[in-house]
């Protein structure tokens, strides 16, 4: 499934659980009457709503290839830790043991949604990695302070301090890498610049915009890409490419050139 529709999949879920919320809500204005049973529904939607969030930015990194590990974890944790959270608040957090797992699992959808958007920020930038690694490193530290924290039922003032300065660094590196982003741009190139000769078969990147020359692959294409076929034949999904043929190829499609064949990709 591609991004475009995981983002519409998710948007349209989160749509309809604040529709069913405000729903709840009129209702309980207009009945004025608001129990225990529309807190617990309203929760249990908000929950669903962060849980899936955390899912959805999981699968995006999947599709992306971009830390398609971590991504899985997202995936497969989302779900489950929102499970756990929604049990915990129809049995009215009545069960101490239950109410701690809840309270863990809010710590660790926040935890993984604050790392997988960060993942999602970073891109395709090296430069900013190291920034990244620094936000996993201290957003783990933290998830695991409180976690503890949460089934000791209790922590000294210096704990505490800990716990809170850790977070605070966290949510810095967090800030910091759109900060980076903006920073470790592309320098415009000066009009001043002459013509300069590139390589196509290594590749040459401009104005966001990569343009390589391929011959003799066979592999998906990882971003939605311009095919242009020079000479021999390729094959883009189920449709064959002949010498001066050209294409729009969504990502995630099977694409294979001839070993004596040259075709040029402009994308991502």
């Not at 301090?161 to 890498?177: Q, R």
Request: aromatic letters at 4%.
């Amino acid at each position: 499934m591609r991004r475009a529709e995981l983002l519409r999949l998710f948007w349209i879920g989160a749509a309809t659980i604040l529709v069913v919320a405000a729903l709840v809500a009129l209702a309980a204005v207009t009945t004025g009457n608001f129990d225990s049973t529309d807190a617990k529904i309203l929760g249990a939607l908000g929950t669903l709503l962060l849980a899936g969030a955390v899912a959805t930015v999981g699968a995006a990194l999947r599709e992306a290839r971009r830390s398609p590990e971590l991504g899985g974890l997202l995936v497969a944790a989302g779900p489950v830790l929102g499970l756990v959270a929604v049990a915990a608040i129809w049995n009215e957090f009545d069960s101490n043991q239950l109410a701690r797992a809840a309270g863990a699992s809010y710590v660790l959808l926040a935890t993984g949604l604050l790392i997988g958007t960060a993942r999602v920020l970073v891109g395709d930038r090296p430069t900013l990695m190291p920034l990244f690694g620094i936000n996993c490193g201290l957003a783990v530290i933290g998830a695991s302070l409180s976690v503890v924290a949460i089934f000791a039922a209790h922590a000294s003032a210096g704990y505490g301090k800990l716990l809170a300065a850790v977070w605070i660094l966290a949510v810095l590196a967090y800030v910091l890498i759109p900060v980076g982003r903006r920073l470790s741009a592309a320098p415009a190139t000066p009009a001043t610049e002459g013509p300069r000769k590139i390589d196509l078969a290594a590749g040459a990147e401009t104005a966001g915009t990569h343009v390589r020359i391929v011959s003799g692959v066979d592999a998906p294409l990882h971003h939605e890409t311009i095919v242009l076929v020079l000479d021999g034949r390729a094959r883009a999904g189920t449709i064959e490419l002949a010498a001066g043929d050209a294409a729009v190829v969504p990502a995630g499609t099977a694409f294979a050139v001839e070993p004596n064949g040259h075709t040029l990709l402009v994308g991502r």
